[in-house]
């Protein structure tokens, strides 16, 4: 594999039209360290702060990581044939912010949502949207393709400066840098400003000081100091406010929202104010599941700000585990509720996702109660399951299922808008407890919600059932509503559903097992614009096709990993933290083995590779389920980890080869964006076949390497880049 003689010698930056700059004197090592942490910095601040901003783009995570890795790697793949100066990055991001502050808070829906495709907070039909939502989309897709570029081309510049190992180890170890520094903002609930602040600060070396340059600067810190004249907080997941419910006769509740949408409410429930408004309606909801069965100890999974905890002290509770993954929402609850039941001292708060709170527990419990456990997040930018999902899976049901004491009850409260999701629901309790589930719903004037019981038997209290009304559809398209009274449902609302939910399916909102259209139609458009802006760019030449396969199949597998991590540690923000974190890790650990000459060869990492990936699909981590807690964790995460060590050392032992190793970057980045777009194959197949998928894709890369090296063989000269 090798490169022409007449490879030309890449400019570093500062030579070129922005003049001398801060960075031009700087050790290539260091120059290849600061911006690839400001590479992945930046890409994490775009991935958490837009979604937050602009309530489209939550519904399509993936549209903000693939524009990321777009801009990056057309950048890496451009970066010794043209170059944009590097000072327009800085005009670039300021549009960026310009243009989200425009769309701020604008109701835009889904043209394409369908009955089958449920969104957050009842928005599965969308009448009001039009196919102008999608050029919303793809306008965000482009500007911030845009924004990334230029990063990408001072990346592959620099990253030609240094022996290839060398560099890609350096480049790797900024990334891990990255991530810790966002990791800590997000901990610390770090306002968006600074971390705008930060990453021009990480900028600034490689950016010649111009009018042009200070006016964006300007702009970008203007514009994201107007986070701070909003009530809100950063939690880890979500950008939270608060805001005053005013109830006439009544102490003041609170309703939380996250990201621009409505979450939570906080009210006073005790039954002194049944009269003001729908709160009689409200508590009995809340109440319901006490009315079963003994109330001695109870753990409630996505406690909130303490409605569910409020009840369960009302109705004698002499234990509660409250288990709220979000710390922010558990410090409002402590600090607004009119109740104050997180001041009880029989309440017992945990930070914790609920799965990984139940592998942890030995003491059984008389009542466990799903608290309208809905994220409203995804687990990540790289996956499109939601952060809620692995709750209401039918391994979830049989978990919970197995923590209540003799004559326990499980209670799931759950705003229904979809006739289906009912019958989900209903269908869970059925297989689990193989009974037909009680359940009591809410009256139409009420957004509470209804309750379904299992477990013990329980019995309508000699209350008749509500009749059966025919299939109806709401004025806002759902196919579930609330009847003019509250009570208990009759059997014969519900039918057996088709498909429910499991660890490998973990899609509760989706009703078959298929890919959406509007996501379809969403993904297909953006790799069409990516495939077009590659052409236009670089050409489809340039790309170095095995290192594109190698990036795809990579960032399949570290999704699937940690998708599955999460149901043996939590999913949580901090899982996705370590999981990416030990990602790095084994791959400095891979490029380090071949750098001394002590790693496996390409053809036995590559079979290694294989191994490690059909084994992983034989053999279900579910059997570790039994195993001693800890012993199981570190299990699960050296075996779904151990794959990516060996696609690792592939990658470092071909860059080492590579005449121009910015070209094989930028290839690698533009794989790992179509791995992003197959991510949304699981919607349909489930997640565990991503491992086959991925499996395919690292043998066309083995099938490129090796047509490389036969040709060399035969004494064909090829030219990179």
């Known amino acids: 594999m090798t490169s022409p003689a007449t490879d030309t010698v890449p400019q570093v930056v500062g030579h070129g039209p922005d003049g001398r700059t801060p960075a031009r004197d700087w050790p290539p090592w ?86 089958g495709n449920f969104v957050w907070n009842g928005l599965s039909r969308a009448a009001k949207g039009t196919p102008l939502q999608y050029v919303a989309l793809f306008t965000f897709f482009a500007v911030n393709t845009a924004v990334f570029v ?28 990255g991530l810790c520094t966002f990791a800590l903002f997000s901990l610390f609930g770090v306002s968006p400003l600074w971390w705008f602040v930060v990453g021009l600060l990480l900028l600034a070396p490689f950016i010649r000081l111009t009018g042009a340059a200070i006016a964006a600067t300007v702009l970008i810190t203007g514009v994201a100091s107007l986070t701070l004249l909003e009530p809100e907080i950063w939690s880890p997941y979500y950008k939270v406010t608060t805001t005053v419910l005013k109830y006439p006769g009544a102490p003041d509740g609170y309703q939380i929202s996250v990201n621009e949408d409505s979450h939570q409410q906080a009210l006073n429930l005790s039954g002194a104010f049944d009269g003001v408004a729908d709160l009689g309606t409200r508590r009995r909801i809340y109440d319901g599941p006490y009315k079963y069965g003994s109330n001695a100890r109870v753990l409630i999974l996505g406690a909130g700000t303490g409605n569910d905890v409020a009840a369960a002290l009302r109705a004698g509770a002499q234990h509660v585990d409250a ?22 001292p ?40 939601r952060l809620d ?34 019958d989900r629901l209903y269908t869970l309790f059925l297989e689990t407890f193989h009974r037909p589930p009680l359940v009591y719903q809410g009256a139409r004037s009420s957004s509470a919600g209804t309750v379904f019981l299992g477990g013990a038997p329980v019995e309508g209290n000699g209350r008749p059932y509500l ?109 996705n933290f370590f999981v990416i974190a030990a990602v790095l890790g084994l791959i400095v650990l891979g490029t380090v083995l071949v750098q001394r000459g002590v790693a496996p060869s390409t053809r036995m990492a590559f079979i290694l590779l294989a191994l490690t990936l059909v084994a992983t699909w034989m053999a279900p981590l579910h059997d570790l389920l039994g195993w001693s807690s800890p012993l199981r964790d570190w299990v699960a995460v050296v075996v779904l980890c151990l794959p990516l060590f060996f696609a690792a050392i592939v990658f470092a032992r071909q860059i080492g080869m590579e005449g121009r190793p910015s070209a094989a970057l930028g290839s690698n980045l533009l794989g790992a964006l179509a791995g992003g777009v197959l991510e949304y194959v699981s919607m349909a197949i489930g997640t565990r076949p991503l491992y086959l998928i991925a499996l395919g894709l690292y043998g066309l890369a083995w099938a490129g390497f090796a047509l490389d090296s036969r040709s060399e063989r035969s004494g064909v000269r090829t030219v990179r880049g």
């Open 467 to 575: 009749p059966v009304a025919g299939r109806r559809v709401s004025e806002r398209g759902h196919t579930w509503t609330y009847d003019e009274r509250e009570g208990y449902l009759d059997p014969a609302h519900f039918a057996p559903a088709a498909t429910v939910p499991t660890d490998d399916w973990p899609y509760l909102y989706l009703r078959d097992r298929t890919i959406p259209i509007n996501y379809l139609v969403c993904m297909a458009m953006l790799f069409l614009l990516s495939a077009v802006a590659v052409r236009r760019t670089s050409g489809v030449e340039a790309v170095r096709w095995p290192f594109f396969w190698l990036g795809a199949a990579f960032l399949l597998v570290e999704t699937k990993a940690m998708t599955e991590l999460a149901i043996f540690l939590g999913s949580t923000w901090t899982v």
């Open 389 to 422: 999902n692995f709750l209401y899976t039918r391994d979830a049901f049989q978990e919970m299922k197995a923590h209540l004491a003799p004559g326990g009850v499980l209670a799931v409260t759950f705003t229904v808008h979809e006739e289906w999701i009912a």
């Open 150 to 177: 230029p990063l990408g081309q001072i990346l592959g510049r620099e990253f030609d400066t240094l022996p290839p190992i060398q560099a890609y180890l350096v480049n790797v170890a900024g990334a891990l840098a």
């Open 346 to 385: 029989r309440v017992t708060l945990w930070n914790r996702e609920g799965r990984s709170f139940l592998r942890r527990q030995v003491e059984p419990y008389d009542k466990i109660v799903l608290g309208y456990v809905d994220s409203h997040s995804l687990f990540s930018a790289m996956s499109s399951v």
């Open 323 to 344: 288990v709220e993954i979000d710390p922010v929402i558990l410090r409002l609850g402590s600090s607004l509720h009119p109740e104050h039941p997180y001041d009880d």
């Open 30 to 115: 260091t120059r290849v360290l600061l911006i690839s942490i400001a590479s992945l910095y930046f890409e994490l601040l775009v991935i958490r702060w837009l979604p937050s901003e602009v309530r489209i783009l939550a519904y399509f995570s993936n549209v903000t990581l693939i524009s990321c890795i777009l801009g990056l790697g057309v950048g890496s793949l451009t970066a010794s044939t043209w170059r944009i100066r590097p000072s327009a990055t800085l005009g670039l991001l300021a549009a960026l912010v310009v243009l989200a502050c425009l769309y701020h808070g604008l109701d835009l829906t889904l043209p394409l949502a369908g009955e």
